[in-house]
């Protein structure tokens, strides 16, 4: 098995966090059990591209899905990383405390305990 297909998007995902490299990637609570994803929309005035799309191109690398060189595909990048948290069982969007029309928007997401997953 290569190393990007052994690994699972939790682990990925909870080392990203903890690296603290990627803006508005952050933990929500103090127990680490929710966590933040910036969640700006393209269209957007102030949108960034290297900044805002940042963690969804991390995401298509880590996957094989993008190398340098390629053309660029935030949309895609970013679809490809809603669907793989929305089918991880580890993942679970907490839509009540996502905040999607503010100026830095972002959605949450509850790390699901292993004893609560279904199978």
């Not at 991880?88 to 905040?99: A, C, I, N, Y």
Request: glycine share 6%; hydrophobic share 30%.
């Amino acid at each position: 098995m290569s190393n990007s297909g052994g690994r699972r998007l939790k682990q990925w995902l909870m080392e990203q966090i903890q690296s603290a490299q990627y803006s508005g990637l952050q933990w929500e609570d103090e127990s680490r059990t929710m966590f933040r994803i910036p969640w700006k929309h393209a269209g957007k005035q102030d949108y960034n591209q290297e900044v805002d799309a940042s963690i969804f191109k991390a995401w298509a690398v880590f996957k094989g899905k993008f190398k340098e060189g390629d053309k660029a595909e935030p949309a895609t990048w970013k679809t490809r990383l809603r669907c793989a948290l929305n089918k991880s069982p580890d993942f679970e969007e907490v839509t009540d405390r996502s905040q999607l029309d503010i100026s830095d928007p972002y959605k949450v997401y509850r790390i699901v305990p292993e004893e609560e997953q279904k199978h």
